[in-house]
């Protein structure tokens, strides 16, 4: 399959977070719960539309995508969250960028959340 051109992909807005917890808290049971909020706030058709996606998780901090046009909406599904599991957390968005790696270099800096590799090569 041909990978489709720049003009024609969706435009995705990335939000980095912080969860705080009163304790550990899975990838899986974080993405159950957002996907439960999500369909109880804006029902299934407001899901899809919104197209949320948790891209990294880790230490209690990540990145999470979602549609350009819906960063309100996926914003308000955050702040619905209150327990997890039985756990008390607060999920706190911490910015909003158009890249992933904007999203952690300015709002997840101290997180070894993405690395790219060093692309030292190219003067090589």
């Known amino acids: ?3 489709l051109p720049p003009t024609l992909r969706e435009n995705k807005r990335y939000l980095a977070f912080e969860l ?7 990838r899986d ?3 159950r719960e957002i996907f439960s909020a999500s369909g109880s706030l804006l029902g299934d058709l407001g899901s899809s539309e919104c197209n949320i ?3 990294e998780f880790e230490d209690l901090k990540g990145v999470i995508s979602c549609d350009r046009d819906h960063v309100w ?5 955050l702040a619905t969250i209150s327990s997890i599991k039985g756990k008390k957390v607060i999920l706190h968005v911490l910015g909003v960028s158009g890249t992933v ?3 952690t270099k300015k709002y997840l800096e101290g997180a070894d959340i ?3 590799k060093e692309q030292s090569h190219i003067n090589e």
């Open 1 to 3: 399959m041909k990978v």
């Open 20 to 26: 705080i917890a009163e304790g550990q808290v899975s």
């Open 29 to 31: 049971e974080l993405i």
């Open 53 to 55: 996606w948790l891209f």
């Open 73 to 77: 909406q996926t914003r308000a599904v």
């Open 101 to 103: 790696l904007g999203a």
């Open 114 to 116: 993405f690395n790219p």
